[in-house]
Structures are given as C-alpha cells and as structure tokens.
C-alpha cells in the first residue's frame, strides 16, 4: 500500500503564492507519475500537474501553465506544488495522487487511472 499526505494549503488573496507537499510513504514502484488534482464545489475532480518520477518529465493543465510549478524530492519521496499570481478560481480541495506503471502521457493526466490518493488539502483564494 502506498500513503500521501498533503499539507500547505490555506487561505491566501489573488495574485498571492502558496507551496504544497505531498509526503509519499509505504510501497515503492520502479515506474510511476505523481499528480496534483484539484476539485472546486459542485465540480468534478480536475487534473493540475504531474511528474513522471524516473526522470522528471512534468504536465501541466492550461489553466495553470505558467503559473504552477510541480517538483520532486527523490530523497524525501515528497512531491510539491509551487502556485503562483493565484486567482479566485483556483479555490479548491488539491489531492495529490500515484499512478503505477505510466505508458502514455494521458495516463499521467487521466484522474481515473490513479491508483492512490492522498485526503487533500484545502486551498481558498480571495479576491
């Protein structure tokens, strides 16, 4: 079994920066992504960012290109998401996820194809 725990979310004004971890813990994978979802009330789970583990190669939503940045601790098996100039619109519970065994980039981005899920981490962003 695989545990993540996220922390840093909170209550922050536009244009404001937080920092997200994800803390990895339990079984290991010899190939597998690492991915930010977020889900905003009466919305469906939405996919962020994610990083393939082995070498680092990193996806991005459009509605956070430019803005987020994903990276990775390999020591640490801790996963962060860098968010900046954050909008209104990014108000959301953010769930940080793995996904074995990643062949193609849409399973990287696909929320269904996530195998382990961490509680989440509430982040508001005031206007």
């Known amino acids: 079994q695989v545990q993540l725990v996220e922390s840093g979310g909170g209550l922050v004004q536009a244009g404001d920066s937080l920092r997200l971890s994800c803390a990895a813990s339990g079984r290991t994978f010899s190939n597998y992504a690492m991915g930010w979802f977020r889900q905003a009330p009466g919305k469906e789970r939405e996919f962020a960012a994610a990083?393939?583990?082995?070498?680092?190669?990193?996806y991005y939503a459009d509605s956070v290109k430019g803005r987020f940045t994903i990276s990775r601790d390999n020591a640490k098996n801790t996963m962060y998401l860098q968010m900046n100039s954050l909008k209104p619109e990014d108000t959301a519970v953010y769930f940080c996820?793995?996904?074995?065994?990643?062949?193609?980039?849409?399973?990287?981005?696909?929320?269904?194809?996530?195998?382990?899920w961490g509680q989440g981490t509430q982040v508001t962003v005031s206007s």
């Open positions: 990083v393939i583990w082995s070498d680092g190669t990193t």
């Open positions: 996820a793995l996904k074995r065994w990643v062949l193609t980039p849409a399973q990287a981005m696909g929320v269904d194809f996530y195998d382990y």
